[in-house]
């Protein structure tokens, strides 16, 4: 079970019960309310909040010093950044292994609308 938990300087902690497990040959996530977590995906979005913070804290000074200092390319770091304007239902869903099978990490990396309802029109995701 993911919990949420808002801390005292404004951060969000998220927790997720899991035990890793192998399948395939590709390690995985099991947890007793879903049976995959698409790791892929949640570590895109953990390492996008990561490149994001380090930006917005001045450590680097563009997307260009980021990629290079991580030895990378300068349009990997960016499209992996936009997954840090991901709609919180979009990620709550990748969390409790519920989201659409046809959204995949590479279908995240392309461009998306940064309105979060566009978004989940877009990606096929029901809202109440």
Not at 4 to 21: A, K, Q
Not at 38 to 51: E, G, H
Not at 56 to 83: C, M, P
């Amino acid at each position: 079970m993911a919990t949420t938990e808002i801390l005292p300087n404004g951060n969000i902690r998220v927790r997720v019960n899991y035990v890793f497990c192998y399948q395939s040959g590709r390690k995985r996530f099991l947890t007793k309310e879903a049976e995959n977590l698409d790791l892929p995906v949640l570590t895109s979005i953990a390492r996008a909040y990561q490149w994001q913070e380090a930006i917005d804290k001045g450590e680097f000074r563009s997307i260009q010093e980021l990629a290079d200092s991580l030895h990378v390319d300068q349009s990997y770091v960016a499209r992996t950044i936009r997954l840090a304007y991901l709609s919180p239902q979009i990620i709550r869903l990748f969390l409790l292994g519920k989201a659409p099978s046809g959204l995949s990490l590479s279908r995240l990396l392309r461009t998306f609308p940064v309105d979060w309802k566009k978004q989940e029109t877009l990606f096929g995701i029901q809202t109440a």
